[in-house]
C-alpha cells in the first residue's frame, strides 16, 4: 500500500490512490459524525501545479448511488496529514447527506491547502479544474469554506463537473438559501417530535452564528411565530440582522446562549458545537442547526438522549444546499430544488421514529437508514443491462 503520509507538499505529483478495504483507516483520520462504519474510501488523489501553487486532495468516498458530489474547501491547513484527515472525514458525511437527501449521487470532497485570501488565482483554479474534469464525472465539485460561486465558474471552463455556479452561469448560486429552508423543515419535524406541532411559533430558538445560512433561518423563524435569541463573534454579522429584525435579541457569546431559557438551539456556526461540556448546561430540548459535524465525538449523541434532548442529525437537516446545487446537473430549477429540500421534514420525522423503535440516537439510525439506501440501490448496479 502506498503511504500517502509519507509525501511531502513539493515531492508529490499527481496521484492516485485507490484506498481499500484493507486500509486501516481509523488510524489515519478520525472521522466524527457519521459513524465510522463502511468499506472506506474508493479513491483519493492527490492535485499538484507547482506554478499556479495548486496542491489540493480530492476524495471519493462512494459512488454507489452515483457521481460523488461535495465541495471545495480552500483552507491553510497546518499540514498535509491535517487536510487528508479533513478531506477523507468530509467526504464521508457527503455520502450520507447525498443518500439521505434522496439523490442519487455518491459522495466526495476537495481541499486546496492555501490561504484563499492570499493564493487563490485563475490559474490556481482552472489548474484544479483539469484535475476534476481528468477524474471524468466520478467527482462533482461545488462550493464550500473559501470557495465561492464566482470561483466555481472559473473551475467551470476546465470541467463540466461543476455545480454551485452563478446563477448567470446557469447555476444554482447561493446555496444558503435551501440550506437554511432545509433547516427550518427539520426543525418543524422536530418540533412536531418534542412539542406536539409541527411549529416553532411561541418557541424561543436560539441560533448561534448568524452568517449565510443563519441569517436566513433567522427569518423563516421570525415568520413562524417564533422568539429569537442570536450570538456571533462576528459584530457586523450581528448587525445585519439587529438592522432588519430589530425584535430578535442578542447574547454576548455561545456560553449565554446555551445557558439561556431557550426551547430549540440551533449550532449555525462551526463544528462540535455539541460536546461533554456543553451538553450538560444545554437548557434546550430540541437541536437543529446547519453547521457540520455538531457532535464532537458519536458518544455525545447518547449524552443527549440521556438528558431527554432530541437532536436532529446535521447532515440530515443541512442538505438543502446540496439538493440545490446538485440540480444543477439537471439544469437548475429552484422549485423543483424546493419541493426536494421540503422532504427533509419527513426524513428527519422518519429518523426519529426509527431511533425510537431501534433504541438508538438519532445519528445512529440517521447513519443506517443512509447505510441501507447505499446498500440497497447501489446493489442495483449489479444487475446487468445487456449493453
Ligand atoms: N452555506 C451552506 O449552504 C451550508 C450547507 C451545509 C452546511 N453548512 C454549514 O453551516 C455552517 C454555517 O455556514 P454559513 O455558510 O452560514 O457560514 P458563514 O461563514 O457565512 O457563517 C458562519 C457564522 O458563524 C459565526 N461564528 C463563527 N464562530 C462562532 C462562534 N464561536 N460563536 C458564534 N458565531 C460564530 C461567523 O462569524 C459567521 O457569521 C458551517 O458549519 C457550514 O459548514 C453550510
Redesign the pocket.
Known amino acids: 500500500m502506498i503511504d500517502v503520509f509519507g509525501l511531502s507538499h513539493k515531492d508529490s505529483g499527481p496521484l492516485s490512490v485507490t484506498t481499500g478495504a484493507d486500509r486501516n483507516e481509523s488510524s489515519t483520520a478520525s472521522p466524527s459524525s457519521p459513524g465510522r462504519r463502511g468499506p472506506g474510501h474508493e479513491q483519493v488523489v492527490f492535485c499538484s501545479d507547482e506554478r499556479s501553487g495548486l496542491y489540493a486532495i480530492i476524495a471519493v468516498y462512494s459512488t454507489a448511488l452515483g457521481p460523488a458530489l461535495g465541495g471545495t474547501r480552500f483552507y491553510p491547513y497546518e499540514s498535509e496529514q491535517a487536510a487528508l484527515a479533513d478531506v477523507l472525514n468530509l467526504s464521508r458525511s457527503m455520502a450520507y447527506k447525498n443518500a439521505l437527501a434522496g439523490l442519487d449521487l455518491g459522495g466526495g470532497k476537495a481541499v486546496i491547502i492555501g490561504d484563499p485570501s492570499r493564493d487563490k488565482s485563475e490559474a490556481l483554479l482552472r489548474a484544479y479544474g483539469r484535475f476534476v474534469e481528468s477524474l471524468g464525472g466520478r467527482y462533482y465539485t461545488a462550493c ?2 473559501g470557495t465561492y460561486s464566482e470561483d466555481m465558474d472559473v473551475v467551470a471552463r476546465e470541467s463540466s463537473y461543476v455545480t454551485g455556479r452563478t446563477l448567470a452561469h446557469g447555476g444554482a448560486g447561493d ?2 438559501i435551501l ?1 437554511s429552508f432545509g433547516v427550518f423543515q427539520g426543525m418543524r419535524a422536530a418540533a412536531e417530535h418534542a412539542f406536539g406541532s409541527p411549529t416553532l411559533r411561541g418557541r424561543r430558538v436560539g441560533v ?7 441569517r436566513r433561518l433567522v427569518d423563516l423563524l421570525l415568520e413562524d411565530g417564533a422568539e429569537v435569541v442570536i ?4 459584530e457586523e ?1 450581528v448587525d445585519l440582522v439587529r438592522r432588519s429584525r430589530p425584535s430578535v435579541e442578542v447574547v454576548a ?2 456560553a449565554a446562549l446555551i445557558a439561556s431559557d431557550i426551547d430549540v438551539y440551533a449550532p ?4 462540535g458545537a455539541l460536546n461533554e461540556a456543553t451538553v450538560p448546561l444545554l437548557r434546550a430540548r430540541v437541536v437543529c442547526g ?3 459535524n455538531q457532535l464532537a465525538d458519536p458518544g455525545v449523541g447518547k449524552l443527549l438522549v440521556e438528558r431527554g434532548i432530541l437532536y436532529a442529525p446535521d447532515y440530515v437537516v ?1 442538505s ?3 439538493i440545490q446545487v446538485a440540480d444543477e446537473i439537471e439544469g437548475f430549477n429552484m422549485e423543483r430544488a424546493r419541493a426536494r429540500a421540503a422532504q427533509i421534514f419527513d426524513t428527519t420525522a422518519k429518523i426519529f421514529a426509527l431511533a425510537a423503535d431501534d433504541g438508538v440516537p438519532p445519528a445512529t439510525a440517521a447513519d443506517r437508514l443512509a447505510e441501507r439506501r447505499m446498500s440497497e440501490v447501489g446493489r442495483l448496479r449489479g444487475i446487468w443491462l445487456g449493453r
Open positions: 464550500d469554506v446555496s444558503s440550506t448561534e452564528g448568524v452568517g449565510k445560512v443563519g450570538c456571533d463573534v462576528n454579522a457569546d455561545t449555525c456556526a462551526l463544528g446547519c453547521a457540520n443541512n438543502g444546499g446540496v
